[in-house]
């Protein structure tokens, strides 16, 4: 009889370890399997934009070689801009509406990493223009 007493104590100190194991686990072993959330894919309409004119196409990614040989000395920065877009005033210097007014503009290029074109203008006329890695 005791043995039979002991071999209860032993199941029942065994049972009593694998629930404390389970709770400090956590271990839910009455919950209900669940299944995983299924993914909603949604894909959402851009509005479309209208195309606008342009007198000539721009490059996506920055100026080209073909639009920067396209620029002359003499021409206005609106002249310079309908060609490659407005650019980035890096400095300006003079009374603005004077002769002597000066501004260098910077554009991002297409082309080579760092890519890029610099125009000073002076008097609202293209002086002088640069450019580094312009394919």
Excluded: H
């Excluded at 919950?31 to 606008?52: D, G, L, M, S």
């Excluded at 309908?82 to 300006?92: D, T």
Aim: glycine residues 10%; contains cysteine.
């Amino acid at each position: 009889m005791k043995k039979v007493i002991k071999i209860i104590l032993v199941i029942a100190g065994i049972i009593f370890a694998m629930g404390a194991c389970a709770a400090i686990l956590g271990v839910d072993d009455t919950a209900e399997p669940q299944e995983a959330p299924q993914a909603v894919e949604t894909q959402a309409e851009a509005p479309k934009q209208p195309e606008k004119e342009k007198p000539q196409e721009k490059a996506a990614e920055g100026v080209t070689m073909a639009q920067f040989e396209s620029l002359e000395n003499g021409m206005t920065y609106e002249e310079v801009t309908a060609i490659i877009g407005e650019g980035e005033l890096m400095s300006e210097t003079g009374e603005k509406g004077s002769q002597f007014y000066t501004v260098m503009y910077s554009w991002t290029g297409d082309g080579d990493l760092g890519a890029n074109m610099n125009a000073m203008f002076q008097g609202n006329k293209l002086q002088s223009k640069s450019q580094f890695g312009l394919k």
